[in-house]
């Protein structure tokens, strides 16, 4: 018999991931992969959310779940309105603005949907967890120079919190996140590094375009005034512009891959780019830690900074980790947690929130 069957849906551009869990406990998952002739006959990402649907249902039931007894139903949140973090119900207005795209059409604004439709049909809530456009920033991280051109807040929010409250778990001394101060820096094909100010991420780069420490694919903040000139050099298209800032950026800009793991291979083995490159990315990310340390300690009431949490998928990186913890490791202790486990953060938000230790918000 289970306690509190959970199911987690997490839509991607070519794939929807589910999984199943029993509180927190996993008992399911599936990397549902789609052709791309089958999205093709939706004109709106949005209009793929009833067929993603029934696969996702068809594949629970050939798991042998009975779908009437999930208590929950919670799904990656998408590219609405900024809110803060937390868990919020899928309603009538959260699903008006996923449809819309208010920030942007994305796979991931069909997770609220999808999840909605599934716990519509078996009277259950709907909900999502963190969003990728969380912000809980104070007025004066905003400022960016310019007033055309404010500082948004796009970032690992949901792998973020969700470490940092598996760190106040199991070192958290009777603390709870929402009780530390912690910089977390998430590591994968962007990289987001927040200072966490009890339970609010107050500031972090903006990680997805062009804002803090370059990625394997992502170039975080260059020279303005070059970027101007390529701009209207003639040379390159606007895309192309676009491209050298997100997808062909840092180590593909470099190196020619996107893999860390080839760039730490590589440097293993004898090649100066690829260590000094590395390096380079070690450097940058140190320097965002060392700026969102300051945030922190700029507050009256922190006298230290709990913690450092380096997670997502380069945290396997031991040459990496280790250069950047020789870094940092003076601000505060460094904890290392690899990977990256969306459906894990899902489940222990859904679970947190049917055990009321987390409480539903409306959108509006």
Excluded at 2 to 21: C, D, H, M, Q, R
Excluded at 201 to 214: H, K, R, S
Excluded at 261 to 283: H, N, P, R
Excluded at 314 to 333: C, H, N, S, V
Aim: charged fraction near 25%; aromatic fraction near 8%; include cysteine.
């Amino acid at each position: 018999m289970y306690k509190e069957l959970i199911l987690a849906i997490n839509p991607g551009s070519t794939s929807t991931k589910i999984a199943v869990f029993d509180g927190e406990e996993k008992l399911f998952d599936k990397n549902i992969k789609h052709q791309a002739e089958d999205l093709k006959q939706f004109a709106h990402i949005a209009d793929q959310y009833a067929f993603r649907k029934e696969l996702v249902l068809a594949e629970v039931a050939q798991a042998g779940f009975n779908i009437k007894e999930f208590k929950i139903v919670i799904g990656r949140g998408g590219l609405t309105k900024a809110t803060q973090g937390g868990i919020w119900a899928v309603n009538d207005a959260m699903i008006e603005d996923l449809k819309k795209g208010v920030q942007g059409q994305h796979a991931c604004n069909l997770g609220g949907l999808i999840a909605h439709e599934i716990a519509q049909e078996i009277g259950v809530e709907a909900v999502i967890a963190d969003p990728g456009i969380t912000d809980e920033r104070e007025e004066i991280a905003k400022v960016s120079g310019h007033p055309l051109m404010p500082r948004n807040s796009i970032f690992h929010c949901l792998n973020q919190k969700a470490i940092a409250r598996r760190y106040a778990r199991e070192h958290g001394e009777g603390k709870k996140y929402e009780e530390l101060n912690l910089v977390v820096v998430h590591l994968g094909g962007g990289i987001s590094v927040g200072a966490h100010y009890k339970g609010k991420v107050i500031d972090v780069n903006q990680a997805l375009d062009g804002d803090g420490p370059f990625s394997p694919e992502r170039s975080g903040s260059v020279p303005m005034t070059k970027l101007i000139s390529l701009c209207f050099s003639g040379q390159y298209t606007e895309q192309q512009i676009r491209k050298m800032i997100v997808g062909e950026g840092g180590f593909v800009a470099y190196l020619g891959t996107n893999d860390a793991l080839t760039v730490e291979i590589a440097a293993k083995e004898g090649d100066e780019k690829a260590a000094f490159i590395q390096s380079a990315m070690a450097y940058q990310v140190a320097k965002e830690v060392g700026a969102q340390a300051t945030v922190l300690h700029g507050k009256p009431d922190v006298k230290k900074i709990d913690a450092i949490l380096l997670t997502g998928g380069i945290a396997y990186g031991k040459p990496f980790i280790k250069e950047l913890t020789d870094r940092i490791d003076y601000l505060a202790p460094v904890y290392v947690y690899p990977g990256e486990d969306e459906m894990g953060a899902l489940a222990m938000n859904a679970s947190m929130y049917l055990n009321k230790e987390l409480e539903c918000q409306i959108y509006e």
